[in-house]
């Protein structure tokens, strides 16, 4: 069956858009390109979530958010997140996809390292943008999401960090968005050889829900020894229907990429994420915690694939279903052929809240190399009442011995995440979202 | 202040549709420690698991009152809020969740907001708890009862009980699976809150834990239900000649349940 999708957005309106936004020539086309192959090519298949009916093509595409540049202008809930001015250190805003706020290090910028927002990267370091962007971990080709993405890019963040350079303060990016816009935000991380950097980004919703599509991509490059945190909070409304695409290109020689990713979107969601394990004792390790309320439906299919020989690939998937959420966790561990001593371990716990809830966690291994090791795990079940029982009778109410022992099941992952600011937002959020 | 009380009357339990208790009473007051004894198979963790309100077993007949309120009128939590206390043979494990969080936080259950136990107290009372029962520092930290060797399980009950200060204890088999040091270590704490606010009931299997606290009332357990109650020698006499002497004094074949 063929779906083909129309996107509200013509020739002539993403000509005089890429234009308005003085885009090299190779962007414009490269747009332009992607845009008639969004209308041909076929919906992603997430393994047993189906999405042919949602919402991935009505939202609207003007830019409404004029830039700003002032911190007291920025929402409550992105100041909250900033925290004060005065400890800004590496930080970049953005309302549907424009820029609010900037700031970066001035002993980072004399380091050659870049943080800036993709309309920026793509008029002063085209190049090098060029090189990376969508040619190896995400390919435009992929399915219609990803030639729309490539087609209507309107928001995100490029990161470069030379060679030996070792960004010490996180480098966060906060995407809010609003109203009916179709949020088209890419991120693009290079990690040269030895260097080291955390990013972190949040996505949130502002205003009152409005019907919007949100498609994400976010793409890391390693080379060797370059050593990646990368953290990500995504709290989109209900509204809004996200596909986001995370994917790590370890190409380096004992490079390491670590992912912590809270997937706490209210709307149906997709999200993939997957770390290509290609240098020589390269590793890889996922750690991901996610919430379902309401009716919303998602599909987390985390991918780690093995090339490189000695490569270690790590998952970990923690994920609480309430009300009448559906969730699907797929773990992919895939080891190729040649990738010996390669070591791929996974598991996925997925913890219901009610009678309607449902939840599916299916770890598969694929493995074509006989000289490895790989292992996983997996459960989905509800509460046990004899651990309620045992609660309760020490005279917690039975809230909050729920809350306890939903808490315990994220702890595993939520107190394992490599980034202090990802674990305290997640512990909010996780408190805010199950009760 | 008066005494604490928990009174038992022609109780009668099941579990998916098997009678279990069958005419239980007791009366139990505040200075007062019963022990109930019996041979496997009479109904004693039965016993504990219905006061408490244990999911899987259902009350059907009978009353019990807890310091005067119906105490199958209220829900679990409200019976450990009253002070209630179940030590529990076989303690749940949580995973995720830290020894000392959850005591924390059953601490602060019946506490008003403005009332809550600081960090401050709450950690010089469970060191100076922990270096009573002689328990690790680690302990504290350790996710709740997950990985616990079955001694260490009964001495984090222990703890939760000199934690919480319950007005009635119910400890279900607390010693077994203890060594000769353990149970002395255990007797010790329980015997620290040995006063007129604090009444206890104890099931076991054997006097040995006896010998460590001694009991003010002993009663044996046959048939779900109790057919013999005396003083402690009972329980030295039971210690000495084992259960047949009741069977035969009673006329009872086999004391366990269902099998009369």
């Given amino acids: ?435 | 202040m008066t005494k604490p009380s928990l009174s038992v009357k022609d109780l009668h339990v099941s579990i998916e549709e098997k009678e279990i208790l069958k005419g239980f009473g007791i009366d139990v007051k505040g200075g007062e420690i019963h022990a109930i004894m019996g041979p496997n198979g009479t109904g004693k963790s039965t016993l504990a698991s219905a006061l408490m309100g244990h999911p899987n077993y259902e009350v059907t007949s009978g009353e019990a009152t807890f310091n005067g309120e119906d105490l199958f009128d209220m829900e679990v939590d409200e019976r450990a809020r009253a002070g209630l206390f179940l030590a529990m043979q076989y303690p749940s494990e949580v995973s995720g969740v830290t020894n000392a969080d959850f005591i924390r936080s059953a601490m602060n259950a019946d506490r008003a907001e403005d009332d809550q136990v600081s960090l401050m107290q709450f950690i010089r009372k469970i060191d100076d708890k922990m270096g009573m029962l002689e328990i690790d520092q680690s302990f504290q930290h350790r996710y709740l009862n997950e990985g616990f060797s079955g001694g260490e399980k009964k001495r984090n009950e222990i703890l939760q009980l000199l934690m919480l200060e319950p007005k009635i204890a119910i400890l279900d088999e607390i010693d077994s699976g203890l060594d000769i040091d353990a149970l002395k270590v255990v007797a010790k704490g329980i015997n620290e809150l040995r006063s007129d606010d604090f009444g206890c009931m104890i099931i076991t299997h054997y006097q040995r834990l006896l010998n460590y606290i001694q009991p003010d009332y002993v009663h044996v357990m046959m048939q779900g239900r109790i057919v013999k109650s005396g003083g402690p020698e009972l329980a030295q006499k039971l210690e000495e000649q084992g259960y047949e002497w009741i069977k035969e004094e009673l006329g009872i074949e086999d004391e366990r349940v269902g099998q009369e």
């Fill in chain 1, 1 to 435: 069956m063929t779906t083909e999708l129309t996107f509200p957005v013509n020739e002539q309106q993403l000509q005089s858009f890429s234009k308005d936004r003085q885009e090299p020539a190779w962007f414009t086309n490269a747009r332009l390109d992607a845009l008639s192959k969004a209308g041909k090519l076929e919906l992603p298949k997430p393994d047993k979530t189906k999405i042919t009916k949602w919402n991935f093509t009505s939202f609207s595409y003007d830019a409404q958010g004029e830039a700003t540049s002032s911190y007291k202008e920025l929402s409550d809930a992105v100041r909250t997140l900033v925290g004060e001015e005065q400890k800004v250190e590496n930080l970049i805003t953005q309302k549907n996809g424009r820029s609010t706020y900037q700031a970066v290090q001035e002993n980072l910028r004399e380091q050659g390292v870049i943080f800036t927002d993709m309309e920026t990267a793509l008029k002063e370091h085209g190049d090098l943008v060029q090189k990376y962007f969508m040619k190896d971990a995400v390919s435009v080709d992929e399915h219609s999401l990803t030639a729309a993405h490539a087609a209507l890019v309107n928001g995100g963040v490029f990161i470069y960090v030379p060679e030996g350079v070792e960004v010490k303060s996180p480098l966060q990016a906060i995407f809010a968005h609003e109203g009916s816009f179709g949020l088209f935000n890419h991120v693009l991380i290079v990690a040269e050889a030895n260097s080291s950097l955390t990013y972190i980004e949040n996505y949130l919703s502002e205003g009152s829900g409005e019907e919007a599509a949100a498609n994400i991509v976010a793409e890391v490059y390693l080379e060797d020894g370059a050593k990646v945190r990368f953290g990500a909070v995504d709290n989109l409304a209900g509204a809004v229907t996200t596909y986001v695409n995370r994917r790590g290109q370890v190409n380096g020689r004992d490079a390491e990429l670590y992912w912590a990713l809270g997937q706490m979107n209210d709307g149906n969601t997709v999200s993939e994420n997957t770390t290509y394990l290609h240098g020589q004792g390269s590793y890889g390790d996922t750690k991901t915690v996610s919430i379902g309320r309401g009716k919303q439906i998602q599909n987390f299919t985390t991918n780690v694939i093995h090339f490189g020989k000695d490569t270690d690939g790590q998952i970990l998937k923690h994920g609480v279903m309430k009300e009448a959420a559906t969730s699907i966790f797929n773990g992919i561990s895939k080891i190729e052929k040649g990738a010996t001593k390669a070591n791929g371990e996974q598991t996925e716990r997925v913890l219901m809240l009610s009678d309607k809830s449902r939840g599916d966690a299916n770890p598969i291994l694929l493995i074509d190399e006989d000289d490895v090791t790989a292992g996983h795990a997996a459960s989905v079940g509800k509460i046990d009442p004899l651990q309620m029982f045992y609660l309760m009778s020490r005279g917690l109410s039975e809230t909050e011995a729920e809350r306890l022992i939903i808490h315990g099941f994220l702890e595993p992952v939520v107190g394992a995440l490599p980034i202090d600011s990802v674990k305290e937002q997640l512990y909010d959020l996780i408190e805010r979202k199950v009760y």
